[in-house]
């Protein structure tokens, strides 16, 4: 399941208060009742993240830059 980087924030800083994992789903069920809790592996894969990079946010997607020749602007217009 995909979080927002709200909801991610809120599982690190409860994960960081209580330094339990049991702990931090039960005020995570608490906090979104009705939503799926992230595994044990989720929280501290964001914990260590967190840590190493300051962020829980996702890295921005590589693409390879567009290639605009004359002949495909030509194409698509």
Known sequence: MT???V???TFVEAY???GSIEETRKILGRKFPGKS???KR???ALGKKWHAMG???NAP???PPS???PEITDSIC
């Open 55 to 57: 962020s829980v946010a």
């Open 7 to 9: 909801e991610r924030v």
């Open 37 to 39: 809790l992230p595994a």
């Open 67 to 69: 290639v605009h020749t």
């Open 3 to 5: 979080y927002l980087v």
């Open 61 to 63: 997607k590589r693409r």
């Open 16 to 18: 960081i208060n209580t």
């Open 42 to 44: 989720a929280i501290q």
